[in-house]
């Protein structure tokens, strides 16, 4: 396997210095001098790889977004039923344990807020959320039709919805909150979704 090129490692050093910056300093406080400073670096060699800080924002959210997706693929491998699917949907977002990653949770609370002040970067943060609500719809659909549930396509909507809003809330009360039970999210959020889905059966 071909070892990356100088000028990609660079990059990627770039951006993983912006996430540990950011995580625990937010996007205003991670200046460039900042970053290069994490990254052991200086000024210039940032501004050779990337024009602007948002520049490496952008970057970050696909590389973080690439992360999640590999998580999820890999924790999808024994998943077999649809409910199975959507408790490893769940759990890769949520779950600790093999590959998770909080400075990356903390990122995303940061990307979040960024996507209401900046256009590009709310594109960028789109794109992620538009992806996960598609494949929930999926999964939620192929549910309905194994438990034979008749879900409508706009409570599948709001199903999945729910479903993403608790993952961003949940994230928003792992950074702002020191005292949050470990690892309740994942769970609770399963319990929540299946008793709806049972729900719907009456």
Request: glycine letters at 4%; a neutral charge; hydrophobic letters at 45%.
């Amino acid at each position: 396997m071909a070892r990356p090129s100088n000028t990609v490692q660079r990059r990627l050093e770039i951006i993983q210095a912006l996430l540990r910056v950011m995580s625990t300093s937010g996007y205003e406080s991670a200046s460039i001098q900042a970053i290069a400073g994490e990254a052991g670096l200086k000024s210039g060699l940032i501004h050779y790889h990337f024009k602007t800080k948002q520049e490496i924002l952008v970057e970050l959210i696909a590389w973080l977004a690439d992360k999640a997706q590999q998580r999820y693929i890999l924790l999808s491998k024994e998943a077999g039923s649809a409910q199975e699917q959507l408790e490893v949907f769940i759990d890769s977002a949520l779950s600790l344990g093999e590959g998770a990653d909080e400075t990356a949770v903390a990122a995303w609370v940061v990307i979040g807020a960024e996507a209401i002040r900046q256009p590009e970067v709310q594109e960028a943060y789109q794109q992620i959320v538009v992806r996960n609500k598609n494949e929930l719809n999926r999964l939620i659909t192929r549910y309905t039709r194994e438990h034979a549930l008749g879900l409508s396509p706009v409570n599948i909507e709001h199903i999945a919805a729910l479903v993403l809003s608790s993952i961003v809330g949940a994230y928003q009360l792992a950074v702002s909150v020191k005292n949050m039970p470990r690892d309740y999210a994942a769970k609770t959020l399963k319990t929540m979704v299946f008793a709806h889905l049972a729900e719907a059966t009456r």
